[in-house]
């Protein structure tokens, strides 16, 4: 394939994923006593038994390399009202948890809020192309009804909930 063809169907590959609503969390790991953290709408739930879920991350992400070298992560799953904290935690730098409130819990930072949390241990790590796909067993969980913050067309937006 050539080169053109190749940068053509990535953008329209792009172009097609933004059609895709996806929901929008911060994945959050520990450097010692330093809490890290990014945003990521490639995530989702995988299995029953054990309950468990799948985040993809860049294989250059300084996350990714934190989370393999402590084998936990968290997964703060943003409600429709908290664009401003994924914006927060999508762009770069170290200093993503300066003004947010948060609290350690089960060893990986929980952001306050945030309607869905998870706490994970790395079950296993899968090469897939420019990511690596990070499986994780479920070994806390809590949340609450509320609409959940999702990515669409490029711009943050909500579902809402019908009874």
């Not at 309950?51 to 997964?75: K, N, T, W, Y």
């Amino acid at each position: 394939m050539a080169v053109a063809e190749v940068e053509s169907l990535g953008e329209a590959f792009r172009d097609a994923m933004a059609s895709v609503c996806t929901p929008v969390a911060v994945i959050t790991a520990m450097d010692g006593e330093r809490p890290h953290g990014t945003t990521v709408s490639a995530f989702a739930s995988l299995s029953m038994s054990p309950p468990s879920l799948l985040v993809s991350l860049d294989r250059g992400s300084e996350l990714l390399a934190l989370i393999q070298a402590a084998g936990e992560f968290g997964v703060n799953v943003l409600g429709y009202d908290q664009s401003a904290l994924a914006a927060c935690f999508a762009r770069k730098g170290r200093d993503k948890f300066a003004d947010v409130d948060w609290v350690l819990a089960e060893g990986v930072p929980r952001l306050a809020g945030a309607p869905g949390w998870f706490a994970c241990e790395v079950m296993q790590a899968v090469e897939a192309a420019d990511h690596i796909v990070v499986i994780g067993r479920v070994r806390a969980v809590d949340s609450t009804v509320a609409a959940p913050l999702t990515y669409h067309a490029r711009t943050f937006g909500t579902h809402h909930i019908t009874s």
